[in-house]
T-cell receptor, first 117, second 112 residues
Framework: DTGVSQNPRHKITKRGQNVTFRCDPI?????LYWYRQTLGQGPEFLTY????????KSRLLSDRFSAERPKGSFSTLEIQRTEQGDSAMYLC???????????????FGSGTQLSVL | DAKTTQPNSMESNEEEPVHLPCNHS???????IHWYRQLPSQGPEYVIH???SNVNNRMASLAIAEDRKSSTLILHRATLRDAAVYYC?????????????FGKGTKLSVKP
């Protein structure tokens, strides 16, 4: 078990460019979450999947953001036409949930730090 | 949405116990209380959770008030490696925002 892996660790891009991040969850984890975190703030929920189904997207999430989890394994988060306000740490987490999930524990990756110039 | 309130920061001395408080003003009867912490330059990590009874694990202890409107995370002997931001949350299965809503947390500093 190598934990949740996120790539790249750092990404610098110019405003208006598209970027894509990848998250490899812990194997056999059926849930996968994306969060965004800015300096001094707690992680902000973006979206999550159960297997390949995207169950929820934050209402604050712009149409420029899209996430996929094909075949219920790894996930990608794409940001189109990046803006300077998109600069943040993007965190991925995975979990295994059974039934009501009252004992769900999220395992986080180290994140991808995005800087939009 | 379930939200909690915590002090912005706390200080502790190394090898002394630390009590981190949390208020759960909007907690409902079926919500579990979860604590996570985030070490510098890392993603958050799970610490402990409980419903009504006090809980212990190798990392910490969780004390839950009888009315569940408050909880306290107890680190029995703080080490320098415990310096982190600690988040308390109400886990609401089927709730919005993926069941867990992170606030700003409490930044714990540990002095040698």
């Amino acid at each position: 078990d190598t934990g949740v892996s996120q790539n790249p660790r750092h990404k610098i891009t110019k405003r208006g460019q598209n970027v894509t991040f990848r998250c490899d969850p812990i194997s056999e984890h059926n849930r996968l979450y994306w969060y965004r975190q800015t300096l001094g703030q707690g992680p902000e929920f973006l979206t999550y999947f159960q297997n390949e189904a995207q169950l929820e997207k934050s209402r604050l999430l712009s149409d420029r953001f899209s996430a996929e989890r094909p075949k219920g394994s790894f996930s990608t988060l794409e940001i189109q036409r990046t803006e300077q306000g998109d600069s943040a740490m993007y965190l991925c987490a995975s979990s295994f949930i059974l039934g009501t999930g009252v004992n769900e524990k999220l395992f986080f990756g180290s994140g991808t730090q995005l800087s939009v110039l | 949405d379930a939200k909690t309130t915590q002090p912005n920061s706390m200080e502790s001395n190394e090898e002394e116990p630390v009590h981190l408080p949390c208020n759960h003003s909007t907690i409902s009867g079926t919500d579990y209380i979860h604590w996570y912490r985030q070490l510098p330059s890392q993603g958050p990590e799970y610490v402990i959770h409980g419903l009504t009874s006090n809980v212990n694990n190798r990392m910490a202890s969780l004390a839950i008030a009888e009315d569940r409107k408050s909880s306290t995370l107890i680190l029995h002997r703080a080490t320098l490696r415990d310096a982190a931001v600690y988040y308390c949350m109400d886990y609401r299965y089927g709730g919005s925002q993926g069941n867990l809503i992170f606030g700003k947390g409490t930044k714990l500093s540990v002095k040698p």
